[in-house]
């Protein structure tokens, strides 16, 4: 690849690239430039087309262009990592959370492991019993999932201060858990579990008690069994007016995500990656990108949409992310 022009970045570009992306020597200081940064992730998200004997120089070339003419950037893990040592390039993952101590700190230590390399990590923890469930192996009262979910973000909080970027967390609670009140309003105060994205799993069944002005039964996850009945109207009227002073929490519409479900013989999916806009299955994980559309505009008097370039860059970041699949070395075994 020819040598390559100074990158037109501005002060703030430049400010984020130093000190989140670029390799770093033991002191902190920076020992790439941005130009090489570009360089490193093109070449290294290159290499899987040399399996289909085409040139993997001009892919990267090809690579190049885009990201450094900031047409498309991939996910933070891919220009962190790609062409390093850790070469974990996934942005997002959904863990499980099972309903038992060795299972949640079984997650808690996976969610850890990913954090420092850069992702992020969604879960459900619907499958744990609610507070003041009997505990059989102590007799005394279970703590129920708010109360683990602050172990996670103290994990999370912990990890930040080493780690690339801030990990960032997605919290789902199925709306018929017997703790869902107490979720909804887990984040009315300030400062708490600030690593945290929280969403309510609703149902279709949930949504028509709504608007029909119904009740709909909580059930223990641990026994199977309903423990008392709550009007849906006053649920979703707590929703909204935490959402409304908060902006927390979301509603995740279960029933759509599962009638989407491209492989629903492999299990339903019960939760999403932090930010809400992939659904994933526990141990799923997701590389993001996006097209810098602000690049696609031709000015003039009349400015229009360069759609040409737009489908040229389209299908060049397509390319790249399926490669990222190919190159991307996954923190955990599942």
Not at 294 to 317: T, Y
């Amino acid at each position: 690849m020819g040598h390559k022009g100074r990158l037109e970045l501005g002060a703030t570009a430049l400010l984020v690239l130093k000190k989140r992306y670029l390799k770093k020597d033991l002191t902190g200081n920076p020992i790439e430039t941005p130009e090489e940064l570009f360089l490193r992730v093109a070449r290294n998200v290159a290499q899987p087309d040399a399996m289909y004997r085409e040139d993997t120089e001009k892919v990267a070339e090809t690579f190049y262009e885009i990201m450094s003419g900031l047409e498309f950037l991939p996910n933070s893990p891919t220009l962190m990592n790609a062409g390093r040592e850790l070469q974990q390039l996934a942005a997002c993952f959904v863990l499980p959370v099972e309903d038992s101590i060795e299972g949640i700190f079984e997650s808690v230590k996976q969610a850890a492991i990913i954090h420092q390399s850069g992702g992020g990590t969604g879960f459900s923890f619907s499958r744990l019993r609610p507070r003041n469930d009997v505990v059989s192996t102590s007799g005394g009262p279970a703590s129920g999932p708010v109360s683990f979910i602050r172990i996670f973000n103290e994990s999370t909080e912990v990890i930040n201060q080493g780690g690339f970027r801030r990990g960032a967390n997605m919290a789902v609670l199925h709306v018929q858990h017997p703790d869902v009140l107490e979720f909804i309003n887990s984040k009315s105060r300030q400062g708490i579990l600030t690593n945290f994205n929280i969403s309510v799993g609703v149902t279709d069944a949930f949504m028509k008690a709504v608007e029909e002005d119904t009740e709909y039964e909580l059930i223990n996850p641990r026994t199977g069994r309903p423990v008392r009945r709550l009007r849906a109207r006053e649920v979703f009227q707590e929703i909204v007016e935490e959402a409304w002073k908060t902006g927390e929490p979301g509603m995740l519409f279960l029933d759509t995500i599962n009638a989407a479900n491209p492989t629903p013989l492999l299990g339903r999916i019960e939760s999403t990656n932090p930010c809400g806009e992939q659904p994933l299955l526990p141990y799923e994980s997701c590389v993001l990108g996006s097209v810098n559309l602000k690049r696609m505009v031709l000015g003039g008097d009349r400015p229009s949409i360069n759609w040409q370039r737009l489908g040229e860059v389209v299908r060049h970041a397509v390319h790249f992310l399926d490669n990222v699949i190919d190159v991307n070395r996954y923190p955990l075994p599942q």
